[in-house]
């Protein structure tokens, strides 16, 4: 009775500004999974944990900080770097012995390790809800042709591109993100030539954690901070994975800009199944590109 | 020699357990088994509901117990699930032998132990479950809801709403089971009050979304006069977020049961959306009397903390067992059923009856708004209308027929 009902050029360009600021956080997360899956080749099921851990850190940071706006700032920084901690003892003390396992083994691991994580965070933080503001400037929200848009998720879209283009030069600029490219590709190949392949593994894994973790600082400010927010994120980053193409940073990309625009614009074309909109979306494109839309790496 | 001393010792130390045993069940303590969810995000409301029942039971076990017993009680953790939570009941049944059972913010869960204990003849207590299904369509003798349901919350929500001026409205929610219950009541009670009411259109999310944002722009853009947010438990606190953050609450009234309830409001500190309409079971400064006062004073000397809503239906639950034996004179479920049909009890915000006919208990709805106050981090409520638990209680009449006699 209500499918798109209430369509027009401000409310349609309105959904498309949301859901690219809804991209941004799913594209964070998910390339950092893309990286690991496509480097290490481990279906890190535990990315969602670190993602939510994040959130947590951010939180206690900006609270130890007083709650103002610098203790958001800071929090942003230390909680991914807190992450990527979490991160470095795991690999060096776990993943870095399981490399050469099946698929199936280091899916099971990385599933335990999500289940410690939650119990971790519930030793640490407690069960109760969590929730921080934005840093005043980007508190409330401003009209975009009549509508409301929130500051904090204008903040999301410049970060959006700007993390994009840091991985990018990363992977393509750098030596260490040639190397692990290389290791992508033929892993024995670069042992061969004199390269620690276990610390490029090591370098790699960290950094795809602390996009986990950058993931959940950034959405700290936008919604519950909570147990259970690792599932929610953990199956739509692997989605978006999947459709993007296995460990490519560009399918990362595409694949939440699928999901996010699909998500947001379905919630204004028929509101009362919005909820099936990215996830047919999902089906369709698996369908003509069973492999994903670009070129995986597996 | 001395090995035939031992064996006639451990006879003779045998032989006493075996004669005092039986002596001392018959002052054996009154066993009350609590299944709930303490992990997870529902915990931060069931922990309220053991701890203020906590705090009952001390107190009359300092006074020497109920009949001369003592009331003791063990809690099992559901992990809001509903196989181990019906295994935990059955466990507590059959192994620690429990006089009554409690529990459940899981309605599946609650309905599933309902029915467990019909055929077991055991009285279930009911405590933070909201299915209106628990004393509707599938309420039976030995079932008690101890919370109000979210056939009162509709009701009260509509009574509420239909004295504003709105006309247009769009309801959006969780789409599960409560979510699509407290808009079906709300919205049918509030057509019947005012029938000159509209629906412009209805979004349904998922159970947890993170993200409000899309939807408000989406509801925004159809331009009701006032919205029903028909979402419960852990999403209350990010939406009213994304509402804060889209300015959603200076555009466009919302009415969010629960909305002003402690539990949503303080993890959201003072950065939460004023003029958000709610209704809630329980406030600890509200109602300002000596009871009320002197029950959030009591809780906060032992836990540190002030109590939200789940610490009133604990407490309560407490009362009327407590009540219950006393009336019935003895410890026996079917004495203890006849005694609280249709009791009243002394609580926190006043009398509260336990009606007869569904086992309901007739709770009182507080209307409000939130509001900042100087000197509370978090949001008050202000402009507290109570609806008489009378005026929102689904009728018997409606309860018999959900029940299709």
Known sequence: MEFASNITLSALFQQVLVGLSKTTILFIVASGL???LGVLRIPNVAHGSLYMIGAFLTYTVAMFLGGGSTGFWLALILAPIGVGLVSIIIERGLFCHLYEREHLMLL???FAFTLVFGDLVKLVWGSDYRSISAPEIFQGSFSVMGLPFPRYNLFLLVIGPLVALGLWLLTNKTKIGKISRAAAVDREMVGAVGINVSWVFCFVFVIGCVLAGLGGALVAPTQNITQGMDHTIIIEAFLIVIIGGLGNMWGAVLGALIFGLTDSIGILVWPQFAIVFPYTAVVIVLVFFPRGLLKSTW | MKKACLAVTVLFCFFILLFIYPLSSDARPIK???????SGPASTYTNDVRDAF????DKINAKGGVLGRKIEFTTRDSKFKVDIGLSAAKELIMRENVDILMGTINSALALGISDLCKKEKLPFFATFSKSAKITG??????VFSMT???????????VGLAKRPYVKYWIAGDDYEYGHAIADGVWNNLKQLKPEVKLLGQSWWKVGEPDFTPYITAILSAKPDAVIIATGGRDCVPFLKAAQATGFNKRMPFFMHTATELSTLKPLGLNAPEGVIGTSNYHFFYPDTPENNSFVKEFKNVYGRVPKVGALYGYITANFIIKGYEKAGKVNSEKLIDAIEGMTIDSPIGNLTLRAY?????????????TKVPGYDFLMVKDLVTLPGKDVMPTIAEIKKARGK
């Open chain 1, 34 to 36: 893309s990286l690991i």
């Open chain 1, 108 to 110: 099971l691991f990385t």
């Open chain 2, 32 to 38: 009350v088994g609590i299944i709930d969810c303490y």
């Open chain 2, 54 to 57: 906590k705090l009952a039971v």
């Open chain 2, 137 to 142: 369509a599938k309420g039976h003798r030995y």
């Open chain 2, 148 to 158: 109000e349901n979210t056939a009162l919350a509709g009701k009260a929500g509509a």
């Open chain 2, 358 to 370: 569904d086992h309901q208990v007739m709770f009182p709805m507080y209307m409000g708004v939130t």
